[in-house]
């Protein structure tokens, strides 16, 4: 089976963290912060604070921007849980945007609409969370202005994109946010095993994330309350917990990014090499706007149902028979039973229902062959004319 997606783990990476494993320091150690450096430097952004996960950034994020009971996160239906369960974490509640049908990222015009009609009941959002899906960044820039309009702050979900660009800048810059989340799960584009960052300017952010993957703990005398100097002294000013990063991770990271961009590179020229083999076939391609580099994590074609014969559950059934690792993402979150028992239904979100009938998943990672390439593409040929 050729997988929708793969790691790539190299003799480098394998004496990085073997280094580490003969060292003094397992975690909380000096690799953590070097592998922050280096993400910081890659970004153009002032913090990086790694973490165990994606999903623990997008927690502690959620905290440092005080969110909690009473609040209200929006974020798009389609993503995986992670991105509205961090919400449900603080004690606040969610809410979904529908996305748009070229980008599969939240919709402006959609997420204005909403704003507009909730600027009017008063259940405004504290937080946004646009999720760059596939790796090609939100139009951050109008949902920069909208937070200024609406007051709300901006939480990115990139996830998926890390080596992406938006109007010239790395995403992870925060340029148009407050915080950014990177994940480095295997499948996605560097690897930690399990891990993620969060990257911000803002310099109380930051300390307040470094408290929280740290049980709230701080030796930092200026934050300490009390002037002790002693030198087992540390102090306890949240509630946090422990989410961090170990330096066996950190070396891994740290070795993979030197590949980053190389990574980047054969994701996009596989990329195009898909559209232009399937450009005379009955599929939606992949759209990337002229301001965006997509790190194309995901490479995602919508088949045209109304031009086939064999449904989009059927071509993904027979593409795994025939050995074409296919994946869907995602279901979309308001379809999940944890949150249809919270009152959510797909029906609201017309965009993303539509896009998850017709939406396959379609195996790329930076060492895949062309003859895996063209086995797909023939696989999929055969199965469409079907
Ligand atoms: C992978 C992923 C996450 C969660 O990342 P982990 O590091 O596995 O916690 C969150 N959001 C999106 C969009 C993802 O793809």
Redesign the pocket.
């Known amino acids: 089976m050729i997988p929708y997606g793969r790691q790539d783990i190299n003799q480098d990476d394998i004496d990085a963290v073997i280094d580490v494993l003969r060292s003094d320091f397992l975690t909380q150690g000096p690799v953590v912060q070097e592998f922050e450096r280096a993400l910081s430097d890659y970004c153009g952004v002032s913090h990086s604070l790694s973490l165990n ?6 927690h502690v994020a959620c905290l440092a921007l005080g969110v909690g009971p009473g609040d209200t996160v929006w974020t798009s239906p389609i ?2 849980v ?2 509205a369960n961090c919400a449900l974490y603080c004690g606040a509640s969610v809410d979904f945007v529908d996305i748009d049908d070229k980008t599969y990222n939240i919709s402006i015009p959609k997420l204005r609409n909403k704003l507009e009609s909730a600027s009017l009941d008063g259940t405004l959002p504290k937080v946004v969370i646009p ?3 596939t790796g090609q960044s939100c139009d951050m820039e109008s949902i920069h202005e909208l937070s200024k309009e609406f007051g709300f702050r901006v939480l990115e ?1 990139a ?2 994109a890390i080596g992406a660009r938006y109007k010239g800048h790395p995403v992870g810059s925060c340029q148009y946010s407050d915080i950014c ?1 990177f ?3 295997p ?2 584009i560097i690897t930690t095993g ?3 960052v969060a990257t911000t300017n803002n310099d109380s952010l930051a300390k307040a994330i470094e408290r929280l993957r740290s049980h709230g703990i701080t030796r930092d005398p200026k934050q300490l309350q009390s002037s002790k100097g002693d030198p087992w002294w540390y102090e306890q000013l949240d509630l946090g917990y422990n989410y961090r990063m170990t330096d066996i991770q950190a070396a891994l990271g740290r070795s993979q990014m030197a590949r980053l961009d190389k990574y980047v590179g054969q994701r996009n020229s596989l990329s195009d090499r898909y559209d232009e083999l399937f450009s005379d076939f009955p599929l939606i391609l992949p759209h990337t706007m002229p301001d965006c580099v997509s790190s194309k ?1 995901l490479y995602v074609v919508r088949v045209k149902r109304e031009q086939l014969t064999a449904s989009r559950d059927e071509i993904f059934h027979s593409l795994r028979r025939e050995g074409v690792g296919v994946q869907i ?2 279901i979309p979150v308001p379809m999940q039973p944890y949150y249809t028992s919270l009152g959510f239904s797909v029906e609201a979100y017309p965009s993303a229902n539509e896009y998850y009938q017709s939406a396959l998943s379609l195996p790329l990672f930076p060492t895949m062959t062309h003859v895996e390439q063209n086995f797909v593409v023939a696989t999929m040929k055969k199965l469409l004319q079907a």
Do not use: I, Q, R
């Open positions: 996960s994606a999903t623990s950034a997008l993503t995986f992670a991105s999720v760059h899906m979900d996830s998926h989340v994940s480095f799960h499948v996605k399990e891990g993620g994590h993402h995602y």
